[in-house]
């Protein structure tokens, strides 16, 4: 998934990547994505945007 948001540069996916994009992608349960993008969010590999329901992640590179 990742990769995947690097090769789209540096503007990532339209909109971020969402909970659902996620599971477009990987094929898991909503909480498995959920878990797996707060993971990556807390490793600093990506930062969260927004809140709540509409909370969406872009790769962070700095």
Do not use: C, N, W
């Amino acid at each position: 998934m990742i990769l995947k948001m690097f090769d789209k540069g540096v503007d990532g996916f339209e909109g971020g990547m969402t909970a659902k994009k996620y599971i477009s992608l990987t094929k898991t349960s909503k909480a498995t994505a959920t878990r797996d993008l707060q993971d990556m969010a807390s490793k600093g590999i990506l930062k969260p945007q927004g809140g709540g329901r509409s909370v969406h992640y872009e790769l962070k590179f700095t």
